[in-house]
């Protein structure tokens, strides 16, 4: 199994380009989440979905959209980069039970918006 | 605002010593969770405490939960240069992952 993985592992924008994030999970999970990970923030939560054809809103969704038009893919675009969208981005799924709701990560995408 | 607090940022320590690491959190929970990364990588779970419990082991690991102060500790004894990474504390307040908020982490240096 290959987890979480995530495309591309590092991009280069300029200002006003758009991107998208691929992620795409094999564990059959109904839970995907989209962070953002800046330094001495931990992690923000973007946008999660939970399950195909569902998306919501996290702590801080502006500037982004996402789709999870297929289980096991979840994606997040940019439509306008812009430098506050510097970061480092993180996929992950769950499945969560009544108890937990333990959760898979991705590697990481390194984005730099110019 | 984040629900979990980590103290102290940042750890160095020599490779055999034990690392304490603390989390400190402001509503009721029902369990918590700690994460490592490792430089570049993604987050890897590590240990759940569900909020009825006050301690739990894994391996080189020991987390202590004090719902009444509201935080807890990760102690990882006898501590290794692999052991070297950020370290996150997550808290649930139900079940469901968009409820889960992290820390922003403790970053430990373990000296070989």
């Known amino acids: 199994n290959a987890g979480v993985t995530q495309t591309p592992k590092f991009r280069v924008l300029k200002t006003g380009q758009s991107m998208t994030l691929l992620c795409a999970q094999d564990?059959?999970?109904?839970?995907m989440y989209w962070y953002r990970q800046d330094p001495g923030m931990g992690l923000r939560l973007i946008h999660y979905?939970?399950?195909?054809?569902?998306?919501a809103k996290g702590e801080v969704p502006d500037g982004y959209n996402v789709s999870r038009l297929k289980k096991q893919n979840f994606l997040l675009g940019l439509e306008s980069a812009a430098p506050s969208q510097t970061s480092v981005y993180f996929c992950?799924?769950?499945?969560?039970?009544?108890?937990?709701?333990?959760?898979?990560f991705g590697p990481g995408t390194r984005l730099t918006v110019l | 605002s984040q629900q979990g607090e980590e103290d102290p940022q940042a750890l160095s320590i020599q490779e055999g010593e034990n690392a304490t690491m603390n989390c400190s959190y402001k509503?009721?929970?029902?369990?918590l969770q700690w994460y490592r990364q490792n430089s570049g990588r993604g987050l890897v779970h590590l240990i759940l405490?569900?909020?009825?419990?006050r301690e739990k082991h894994s391996g080189r690991l020991r987390v202590t939960l004090d719902t009444s102060k509201k935080s807890s500790s990760l102690l990882i004894t006898a501590s290794r240069a692999a052991d070297t990474a950020s370290y996150f504390c997550?808290?649930?307040?139900?079940?469901?992952?968009?409820?889960?908020?992290f820390g922003a982490g403790t970053r430990l240096f373990v000296k070989a």
């Open positions: 405490i569900r909020s009825n419990e």
């Open positions: 564990m059959n999970h109904e839970y």
């Open positions: 992950a799924s769950s499945s969560p039970t009544a108890i937990t709701d333990t959760q898979y």
């Open positions: 509503t009721s929970i029902n369990n």
């Open positions: 997550a808290t649930d307040a139900g079940t469901g992952g968009f409820k889960t908020i």
């Open positions: 979905s939970v399950g195909e054809g569902t998306t």
